[in-house]
Nanobody, 119 residues
Framework: QVQLVESGGGLVQAGGSLRLSCAASGRTFISAMGWFRQAPGKEREFVARISWSGLSKDYSDFVKGRFTISRDNAKNTVSLQMNSLKPEDTAVYYC?????????????WGQGTQVTVSS
């Protein structure tokens, strides 16, 4: 079992920045980690993910150039630096990790952290 705990959400004005962090416990090796988000009335959507080495990163089109994902394997953490935030980035952000290898169809999930961007 893997436990994921997010932190760093909050309220910020449009154009501002926030940094989300996720601490993983329960397993020393987690091949990939990532972030998803869910806005009110919408389905959960992919935001970004990163490989174990940190060399492979993927971003959704709507955050490319604004968000940066990183990880610290020594601390078993993954972070999401969010810059140039927009009101449409308002959502609950979830940390996630595949249960098996890099198969993202079956994941561990954190409890979520609220990000609110005011206009």
């Amino acid at each position: 079992q893997v436990q994921l705990v997010e932190s760093g959400g909050g309220l910020v004005q449009a154009g501002g920045s926030l940094r989300l962090s996720c601490a993983a416990s329960g397993r020393t090796f987690i091949s990939a980690m990532g972030w998803f988000r869910q806005a009110p009335g919408k389905e959960r959507e992919f935001v970004a993910r990163i490989s174990w080495s940190g060399l492979s990163k993927d971003y959704s089109d709507f955050v490319k150039g604004r968000f940066t994902i990183s990880r610290d394997n020594a601390k078993n953490t993954v972070s999401l630096q969010m810059n140039s935030l927009k009101p449409e980035d308002t959502a609950v952000y979830y940390c996630a990790a595949p249960k098996y290898g890099n198969n993202w169809t079956n994941n561990y999930w954190g409890q979520g952290t609220q990000v609110t961007v005011s206009s």
